[in-house]
């Protein structure tokens, strides 16, 4: 998901692990390195740098609010195909960046994948690119089932 042509800026809580985290980088082919903060994020917002936060909306919010927003999937084929949220559109977390023309920039969206990690990193890639209403669903998947909310089945095919 990164271009290994522009540089890598790492955030960090602290340098412990520094020297190990550019060589599996290094490992991957990436070596342009931009430099590294440490403290993580606090140290960021101490410094008074900008932050931008994206929404969080529950299983149950999302639930209601279905019929008025755009649900994107991001989970792996395998698991899209043991159920979903009614309604969702799925597009794998490789695949968001090549096909991002394919959602509507100006429609609410919100963003779930298994747990919701791969969500919050989908969710970070869209708001740059002008998705200004989009939400990342915590929990995601497990907590949609756990709240015994509906499931949409594969179609026969």
């Not at 412990?16 to 931009?34: H, M, P, Q, S």
């Not at 299983?59 to 927003?69: A, I």
């Not at 159920?83 to 920039?105: C, N, T």
Request: charged share 25%.
């Amino acid at each position: 998901m990164l271009d290994p042509e522009k540089p890598i800026l790492l955030v960090m809580e602290n340098d412990d692990d520094l020297e190990k985290i550019v060589r599996l980088f290094v490992r991957t082919g990436f070596t342009n390195f931009a430099g590294y903060l440490i403290g993580g994020m606090k140290a960021w917002d101490a410094a008074g740098f900008p932050l931008e936060r994206i929404g969080q909306m529950s299983v149950h919010e999302l639930n209601e609010r279905k019929d008025t927003l755009q649900i994107v999937d991001v989970r792996s084929p395998g698991e899209w195909k043991k159920g979903r949220v009614p309604g969702a559109q799925h597009i794998f977390v490789p695949d968001v960046v090549k096909r991002m023309s394919e959602l509507d920039r100006n429609k609410p969206t919100a963003v779930y994948c298994g747990s919701g990690y791969r969500a919050s990193i989908v969710t970070s890639i869209l708001k740059p690119q002008g998705f200004t209403d989009v939400w990342n669903v915590p929990g995601s998947w497990e907590a949609w089932k756990k709240a015994k909310l509906p499931v949409q089945e594969t179609e026969s095919e």
